[in-house]
């Protein structure tokens, strides 16, 4: 019933939005569990549950659309889609090119994993391109080995050409619950302001849209349930 | 979740080798992957033949004696064969879309009172988009396709004038001369003595080619079109047991082995069916390759 009355007083508030136009939803497909694509070749995860959710309380009707990690930014910029919804942190130089919403999971700890607990972390450190972890190792002073996608990390580590991989805990966390050759190293690393939603700049229609839903999931904790579905029960909640 | 395909699907955990694996390779992602295979070979289909009428048109225009017309054909097959592949084909096809969506912004939104370029974004009017918003996926789909296409066939089409252009210079002057003895007008001579020879001239440039486009189709992912080798990375990638059925390590390299199967294969095909057409094309020219065919048939006469 809430998100009835949400949903019509968002349609009243942004009379000149064409809320029956198509929304496109910009997502990676290789980020589980924030996004992937399942067995029948479907975006699935949990941006895609929550996007949808999103956008069902908003009254829009989303469309996925998937784009490499790489080119992603530009490809909304160029109006190829009108949202990212990719696990993308918000930062201060992405947030110069494009807009994003407040963020829909809080801040989170990036992680070191190598093939035992006394790894090298200042040696050759594996992350994805045009990542915050990217970022963190160039400034670490640590030698940065980057890949186009997340799961390239790992095969990376264990041919031995990374002496260790530093990326988002969540990502990392199936991965050393399921490989025994696979350890964590040192302490988790606070990075990044949350991830939120990316927007055109000039779409501030559907960035006030997209906010106010996030609003209405945070207040009725209907994401804090679906972060826990999908991040477990520890991860942290709003 | 769409079901599979056979029932014994619906717990694969519990199954051995040889039925894990025919349910495997018929989940819908693959079903897709298969799919993309036939993406790349009409992307062939359509772009050798679109290539060869731009290669066709780039060196006639280059051959023209009206010298502007000329310097236009020369200029668009020294462009685009200076540039770079990729670079051609993530700025050209960005450039070629925004051109499409601005006409149609002139037209449509005459109202429109922003301006199209706002920092680094692009906008246009909702009803100008290429294609709407509201299209459902496979519009956008057959978009991005054709933007490839058009893509493919000009970056080609430049190779291809140059082997033409180079061909035709090929055809020996004395058949020219001859034609132009019997009161052929040029266009006359062009059409029946130039063309039909020329062929032969231009078959190894253009076989060449044809292999290095067979090799490109993997440029294009670069273009949002999912090919067999974003399938190939995509399905190869190493799985947890959370989010499929079919947990496995990283099988990229047996996905990349069978595309490297796939494209030999191909390549081989195609060799055998270029090898044909120049034998056909070779008959009756004052080519080492014709001599050799007519001593062939009148030995095959007199034996």
């Known amino acids: 019933m809430k998100s009835l009355l949400l949903g019509s007083a968002a349609l009243a508030l942004s009379a000149t939005f064409a809320l029956a136009d198509t929304v496109r939803l910009g997502t990676e497909g290789a980020y589980p569990p924030y996004n992937f694509i399942n067995d029948a070749g479907e975006v699935d995860g949990f941006e895609r549950e929550l996007g949808d959710e999103l956008c069902k309380r908003a009254e829009l009707t989303c469309e996925w659309v998937t784009n490499d990690w790489d080119s992603i930014i530009p490809n909304l910029v160029g109006g190829n889609y009108d949202t990212i919804m990719a696990g993308m942190s918000i930062t201060d130089e992405r947030d110069e090119v494009i807009d994003f919403t407040q963020a829909y999971i809080p801040p989170e700890a990036s992680r070191y994993v190598g093939l035992s607990a006394d790894a090298d972390i200042t040696g050759v450190v594996a992350s994805q391109t045009g990542t915050i972890q990217a970022g963190y190792i160039a400034e670490s002073g640590a030698t940065l080995l980057e890949y186009a996608t997340a799961d390239e990390l790992i095969t990376a580590l264990r041919s031995g050409e990374a002496d260790s991989v530093f990326f988002q805990g969540a990502f990392l966390a199936d991965i050393v619950a399921e490989n025994d050759d696979i350890v964590w190293v040192g302490e988790p690393v606070p990075l990044g302001g949350g991830v939120g939603v990316g927007v055109r700049e000039t779409d501030g229609e559907l960035k006030d849209t997209l906010n106010a839903a996030i609003t209405e999931m945070k207040e009725d904790g209907s994401l804090n349930e679906m972060l826990k579905k999908w991040f477990g029960e520890d991860t942290a909640t709003f | ?303």
């Open chain 2, 1 to 303: 979740m769409r079901p599979a395909i056979f029932s014994s699907c619906t717990d694969p955990a519990n199954l051995d080798m040889l039925p894990w694996l025919s349910c495997y390779l018929t989940t819908g992602k693959h079903l897709a992957f298969y799919a993309s295979f036939g993406t790349v070979l009409l992307l062939l289909a359509v772009t050798a033949p679109l290539a060869l009428l731009f290669g066709f048109a780039g060196a006639s225009v280059a051959r023209s004696r009206i010298t502007p017309l000329a310097w236009l054909g020369k200029g668009y097959i020294a462009i685009v064969r200076g540039v770079p592949d990729i670079a051609f084909f993530l700025f050209f096809v960005i450039a070629l879309d925004q051109a499409v969506e601005w006409l149609r912004h002139k037209v449509k939104c005459p109202d429109w009172d922003q301006p199209i370029r706002q920092g680094n974004d692009f906008v246009v009017c909702q009803i100008a988009k290429m294609p709407l918003n509201s299209a459902p996926q496979w519009v956008h789909e057959v978009y991005g396709f054709s933007l490839a296409m058009v893509t493919f066939a000009i970056v080609f089409g430049a190779f291809a004038a140059n082997v033409l252009y180079g061909a035709m210079q090929a055809v020996p002057r004395a058949q020219i001369e001859t034609a132009e003895a019997y009161g052929m007008s040029r266009s006359q001579s062009f059409w029946r003595i130039v063309v039909p020879q020329m062929w032969l001239y231009a078959l190894p440039g253009l076989s060449n080619l044809w292999m290095v486009l067979i090799k490109a189709t993997p440029l294009l992912f670069l273009l949002g079109v999912e090919d067999i080798v974003y399938w190939a990375r995509e399905l190869g990638g190493a799985k947890t047991t959370r989010f499929t059925e079919y947990p496995h390590d990283d099988w990229r390299m047996w996905y990349f082995l069978g595309l490297l199967l796939f494209y030999l294969a191909f390549t081989k095909l195609s060799e055998i069916v270029l090898t044909r057409i120049t034998r056909r094309l070779s008959h009756g020219q004052a080519t080492l390759g014709g001599e050799a065919l007519r001593k062939d048939a009148q030995g095959g006469a007199t034996a």
